[in-house]
């Protein structure tokens, strides 16, 4: 082949490889941005949508007790003017201080305040797994299916010193009210629970089951918990839990 010939093969080829090069430099962000679902940093916790959707912040509050700072954050994905999943985020951090005046604090929350729900299992929870190491650590996770507005602010913590809970209802009846916003007749509900050198974290997730399902046989239910597994999993490993602080999902 003419060595002018060849120059001239080279240098297409070569345009050829940049252009497909800016090509997908174009496409691919779009593509990204196009499936972008939620994910949120919360003190070490990686949290993701578990409908693989993109949720908007639709509350929060934050406050001090003793100069020992909490918060509450809510996050909704809206479809049809129905609330399609809703991740509720909690903590509360005492910086180590006062560990025996907190843990107890803290287990009259997630125990104490309401023997059915929280680190406690009850009959109407399909799943539930707790770890408790004393008065050092803790973390719960628990999976159950609930129905109606009342059951999508709770559980009922208002009976607590310090944080008033009552401002989860609060917040979440106004937005309801505000938007006109609708409730599925069923939901689940996944609750994980951290306590660890005085700090407690929860986050709540409440999605419409027919996200996932159109009827919720053994076998759905099943695969739903193991997909609930999996994300506590992944969360003790954002907080670098050793085996001994994990729980059992035997």
Not at 15 to 37: A, D, G
Not at 103 to 128: D, F, L, M, Q, T
Not at 198 to 210: P, S
């Amino acid at each position: 082949m003419p060595l002018n010939i060849l120059k001239k093969n080279i240098v297409i080829k070569v345009m050829n490889k940049r252009i497909i090069f800016f090509i997908i430099l174009l496409v691919l962000p779009f593509n990204s941005n196009s499936n972008e679902n939620f994910n949120l940093k919360f003190h070490r916790l990686n949290i993701h949508s578990m409908s693989g959707e993109n949720l908007n912040k639709i509350g929060t509050m934050k406050g001090n007790v003793d100069s020992y700072p909490y918060g509450f954050n809510y996050y909704a994905n809206i479809k049809g003017g129905k609330i399609s999943e809703l991740i509720e985020t909690f903590y509360f951090d005492n910086f180590g201080d006062h560990m025996s005046r907190f843990n107890n604090w803290a287990r009259s929350i997630v125990y104490i305040s309401n023997p059915n729900n929280g680190c406690n299992n009850s009959e109407n929870k399909i799943y539930h797994s707790v770890t408790d190491n004393g008065a050092t650590q803790f973390t719960c996770f628990s999976v159950k299916i609930i129905s109606g507005r009342e059951e999508i602010w709770g559980p009922n913590f208002n009976k607590n010193q310090h944080i008033r809970m009552g401002h989860r209802k609060h917040t979440l009846k106004k937005v309801l009210k505000k938007k006109g916003y609708e409730v599925s007749d069923k939901m689940f509900r996944v609750e994980h629970y951290f306590y660890n050198a005085g700090k407690l974290i929860w986050v709540f997730y409440t999605l419409d089951t027919e996200l996932f399902f159109n009827d919720l046989s053994e076998a759905n239910l099943e695969q739903f918990i193991n997909l609930s597994i999996k994300n506590h999993q992944n969360f003790e490993k954002d907080l670098k839990y050793k085996d001994f602080m994990k729980i059992n999902v035997e």
